[in-house]
């Protein structure tokens, strides 16, 4: 590279006939972006071309103006929306409600020791059973309702949150703690402007994982119940029936709205913590 | 000394009144057997599935299909993850595609597989594999890119081949990022694969509990759910002590 750039550039350019101007640099710019759409393209070709085989083939690949049909009649009856609204419903209250849970034991773990001892080892043992190993076990008690899934997402959120607002609000600072005894703050006061500011970067890394915990459990419950409305009851209904068509709507719908829901966590996050980078 | 009696003696707290209330609740004209055993029950359960030989069954099945799907996508994804890093070319055809199916939960594609490859054993080693290859393809890609420029300056001088590159360079400086990404990959894979298993499955941990829920066996579902969390925290635990071991060499 530093070799080329000593050389005047009609020298290195001098073997090459043609006289025509560079393309502009917004279709550089566009080609260049174009590459990663050229993978999808020529798979979605490929998939196509397998639809039309023979009918055993085009069960699996369905073709790709019928998924274009789904699309619009699941757009038309409302049926996304609907399946959609519930799913992220059910995340974001799992989230809300496990969260919350999570934030108020961690803190009081990393803030009494006795809470801590008591809690600690138990939660840490019952961490280790994969969210979803609980399904048959909840599924028995709860039965396969809205309470059972609503737990479930719920208990996915809560363990990210306690880890990370635990370990936020334990490494408080003792010179900041010390100062805040010197000016004889009120607990509250301690926890409003010493402990809350230096747990806040961890504890919004902890909803960032909450958030991403709970989207998939809520996909996993779905599925796995296959009752009520969601995303996941729709794409369970769809395979039995065999089509096709729908469940990979269903696949790009929750990959989109996974995706979407982190874009907008991490503008609140940087808003939240704008006072770091000024600071 | 009350304080180490303390801190001994706490955690057991807890624990200890749940089995009480649980020895309690099912002593006696207690919860019906459906939806609680006593913690005796549970334990000869297992007993049964043990001796029987049930349960050496379900356990050889599920670490088949783990090891097996695992070997595969970690493999693809070591491979796919040094090639992303190494080659602007593969970056900008596949990296956009990457990052896209990256943002969909591995149980998303699920019901996809099914419908593809069948309910066999192929869908459940297509999506363990699925769910191995992406955390091991990134953890290899940011290994691979965080090496020293003047490390492969250096080996551009004394004009080593690409093999050699490989072998002598990137392999060993990419070792600590890529033991987190098989390991992350590996929980991750066995997490997928018990959902799998609940949604269809011969056998398997993942299935033998669905049939204890159908069956209303509490006991079976119980020991299913004791053995879920064990293996993975084994595995978790198993790959950080070989973390541990192998980059030794990075801290002395």
Not at chain 1, 32 to 48: C, E, S
Not at chain 2, 71 to 94: E, M, P, Q
Request: charge should be positive; charged fraction near 15%; aromatic fraction near 8%.
């Amino acid at each position: 590279m530093s070799l080329i750039a000593e050389f005047p550039p009609n020298f290195v350019h001098a073997d090459r006939i043609d006289d025509h101007d560079p393309p502009p640099a917004w279709l550089v710019a566009l080609v260049k972006r174009a590459r990663g759409l050229l993978l999808p393209v020529l798979l979605a070709g490929l998939w196509h071309w397998a639809s039309t085989i023979d009918a055993s083939t085009a069960y699996a690949f369905v073709p790709l103006d019928q998924i274009g049909d789904r699309l619009l009649l699941l757009l038309s009856s409302g049926e996304l929306a609907v399946n959609a609204g519930s799913s992220l419903g059910r995340a974001l209250t799992g989230l809300a409600l496990g969260g919350l849970s999570g934030i108020v034991l961690g803190s009081l773990m990393a803030g009494f020791p006795m809470v801590e001892r008591l809690f600690g080892p138990l939660l840490q043992a019952f961490r280790q059973v994969p969210l979803l190993g609980w399904l048959p076990l909840v599924g028995l008690w709860l039965g396969s309702g809205e309470g059972a899934k609503q737990l479930l997402v719920a208990v996915a959120a809560f363990h990210p949150l306690l880890l990370n607002s635990y370990e936020g609000f334990a490494q408080a600072e003792k010179k900041h703690l010390e100062v805040g005894r010197v000016l004889m703050l009120s607990r509250w006061r301690t926890f409003r402007f010493i402990l809350l500011p230096t747990a806040l970067p961890s504890i919004l890394t902890g909803i960032g994982q909450a958030l991403a915990f709970a989207w998939i459990s809520t996909i996993g419950v779905e599925l796995l119940f296959g009752t009520g409305a969601g995303l996941g009851s729709l794409m369970h209904t769809a395979q039995m029936a065999g089509d096709m068509g729908v469940v990979v709507l269903c696949v790009v719908a929750i990959g989109l709205m996974g995706y979407g829901l982190n874009l907008i966590l991490s503008l609140v996050r940087a808003r939240l913590l704008r006072w770091r980078v000024t600071g | 000394m009350p304080s180490i009696l303390h801190r001994r003696l706490l955690p057991l707290v807890v624990p200890g009144l749940i089995l009480a209330a649980w020895i309690g609740a099912t002593s006696g004209e207690g919860a019906p057997l459906q939806v609680l055993v006593p913690p005796s029950a549970v334990i000869d359960g297992f007993n049964e599935l043990l001796s029987s030989g049930e349960l050496a069954d379900h356990l050889r099945a599920s670490l088949w299909r783990l090891l097996t799907g695992f070997a595969i996508g970690a493999s693809l994804g070591l491979g796919f993850g040094i090639l992303l890093a190494r080659s602007a070319l593969v970056a900008a055809y596949t990296g956009p595609f990457f990052q896209a199916v990256r943002q969909v939960p591995s149980i998303a594609f699920l019901p996809m597989l099914i419908l593809l490859l069948g309910v066999d054993e192929g869908f459940k080693l297509a999506i363990v594999a699925k769910a191995a290859f992406f955390p091991v393809a990134l953890a290899t890609h940011d290994g691979v890119k965080g090496i020293s420029k003047g490390w492969l300056e250096v080996a551009a001088i004394y004009r080593l081949s690409p093999v050699r590159v490989l072998l002598r360079l990137i392999l060993p400086a990419t070792v600590p990022p890529v033991l987190t990404g098989l390991r992350l990959g590996l929980t991750r894979a066995w997490i997928v694969l018990v959902a799998a298993e609940l949604m269809a499955a011969e056998n398997g941990i993942g299935q033998m509990m669905e049939m204890g829920r159908q069956m209303f066996r509490i006991d079976t579902v119980m020991v299913g759910v004791a053995l879920t969390g064990l293996i993975g925290f084994a595995l978790d635990q198993g790959f950080r002590l070989a973390e541990r071991r192998l980059v030794r060499w990075k801290t002395a």
